[in-house]
């Protein structure tokens, strides 16, 4: 809680700054202004990409423990409506739904559902188990993004039929290392 | 934030049989994802609570296995199709093996 207050007051402080920054600047014409703030975007975006970064899990992690729960099993897609934002403004805390389409009776029912993240320095983010006493299989719960990236997320229906489905999340500050 | 997590619980005290009814529960805790360094560079070990479960009546309902990405506080949200009364004991287990327990009635009628 505390680390996102104190990652937004920083946001805002750094909103106002006029980015093309320095007293001197005040001086020159508002055109120039207006082309040296591009220039500093344009700095700022590349030293972004080149900036090093911590060691993050990547598809092939999110492959392995998928692997890991049912081997090289085949994935349908369709029945899960996997809801996050398009956009997280703050990566500390991005709502998640999941929502799997089944009847929730004893003989036809949602067993588990895992949810992966791509991007994040652990691929896993949580995994449900359902009962048919569930009523509907859903649930919400908020996690913490890393950076943009994919999530992923496997449905296993108690006939064993598995299900994947994929969203992405464009992050705007990672919630990561606070 | 070294307080005792206190569970949140937020469901309707009745119910129609055969309804389903939306549980939200939200515990503090910081949820210390182990990635993280202190000011001196060592990162702080990881505490976080690793599974929430609910049961009614004693036999369980739902559960989930949280990791480290579960943002600090965590909120969770599910469903419960009411059939009778009876009590929901919800569970949430530390990584320091300490459990956070509370239970909430549910009259179906």
């Given amino acids: 809680m505390l680390n996102a207050k104190t990652s937004r007051a920083t946001i805002g402080k750094g909103m106002q700054r006029n980015p093309a920054g320095g007293d001197r600047m005040i001086l020159k014409s508002v055109e120039k202004t207006r082309r040296e703030t591009l220039a500093y975007a344009a700095i700022a975006g590349l030293a972004a990409l080149l900036a090093p970064r911590m060691s993050m899990a990547d598809e092939s992690a999110v492959a392995a423990e998928i692997n890991k729960l049912y081997g090289d099993k085949k994935f349908e897609s369709g029945k899960i409506k996997l809801d996050v934002p398009e956009i997280a403004e703050n990566g500390l805390v991005v709502p998640v739904t999941v929502d799997v389409e089944s009847p929730m009776t004893e003989s036809d029912y949602v067993k588990s559902v895992h949810v992966f993240a791509d991007g994040n320095p652990l691929p896993g983010i949580v995994s449900y188990k359902f009962t048919p006493a569930c009523g509907k299989a859903s649930a919400s719960t908020r996690m913490r993004l890393a950076q943009t990236q994919n999530i992923v997320c496997i449905a296993e229906m108690s006939n064993g039929k598995l299900h994947m489905a994929k969203a992405g999340v464009k992050v705007t500050i990672g919630g990561c290392g606070g | ?109």
Wanted: aromatic share 12%.
């Fill in chain 2, 1 to 109: 934030m070294a307080t005792t997590p206190t569970p949140r619980v937020r469901l309707p005290a009745q119910a129609k049989p055969g309804d389903t009814i939306e549980i939200k529960t939200l515990i503090s805790h910081e949820m210390e994802s182990g990635q993280r360094k202190d000011a001196g560079g060592k990162i702080i070990p990881r505490k976080i609570i690793n599974k929430f479960i609910a049961a009614f009546n004693g036999k369980l309902v739902f559960e989930a296995d949280w990791n480290p990405a579960i943002s600090a506080n965590p909120y969770q949200s599910f469903f419960y199709k009411a059939v009778e009364s009876g009590e929901f004991t919800f569970t949430w287990k530390d990584d320091d093996g300490s459990d956070y327990v509370a239970k909430n009635k549910l009259t179906v009628a």
